[in-house]
């Protein structure tokens, strides 16, 4: 989907790839400064997002409760960040991330919390792990992975 390529989101990935997420409530803040929620670009990236989903391009893998798909690896054109797209309404694979991670989580129905947070920005240091869940309903989420880098665990 052209609308959620690498030269699409060129402004949020070049932004990203800058901030400090060893400071996440920082980082948090900085981005939905930069790249408000409630803001056109921000809802355009859901618009594509839905948009691909109902199409059966984007989480056409995995099974309900969580489907996802690779947007694009970590390369030069994507400022190293990779991007992932994830439909969920129940609790994903324990995992870490080497280099942290950046979330925008958006709801599809009910009143759905990622890991307790509601939708919008939400930001994981360098070396954090957890059991990304989602209760109260289904988000799209758009995961950056600086470097690609996460570690599935076995929990």
């Known amino acids: 989907m052209s609308t959620l390529a690498p030269s ?8 990203a790839a800058e901030l400090d997420l ?15 929620f409630d803001g056109e ?5 859901h ?18 409760p969580v489907r996802y798909s690779r947007l694009f690896k970590a390369g030069e054109d994507s400022f190293g960040l990779s991007a992932d797209a994830v439909l969920m309404s129940a609790p994903g694979p324990l995992h870490e991330h080497p280099d942290g991670e950046i979330d925008l989580c958006f709801a599809e129905d009910g009143d759905p919390k990622f890991d307790g947070q509601a939708p919008g920005w939400v930001v994981y240091g360098p070396g954090s792990k957890h059991v990304p869940t989602v209760e109260g309903g289904t988000m799209l989420i758009l995961y950056l992975l600086p470097n ?7 929990g």
């Open 8 to 15: 699409a989101l060129q402004t949020l990935l070049q932004f």
């Open 22 to 36: 060893s400071k996440p409530a920082e980082a948090r803040r900085a981005l939905e400064e930069r790249f408000p």
């Open 41 to 45: 670009f921000v809802q355009g990236i």
């Open 47 to 64: 618009q594509s997002m839905r948009a691909g989903v109902a199409a059966g391009e984007l989480c056409d893998q995995g099974a309900d």
């Open 148 to 154: 690609g880098a996460i570690r599935f665990l076995k």
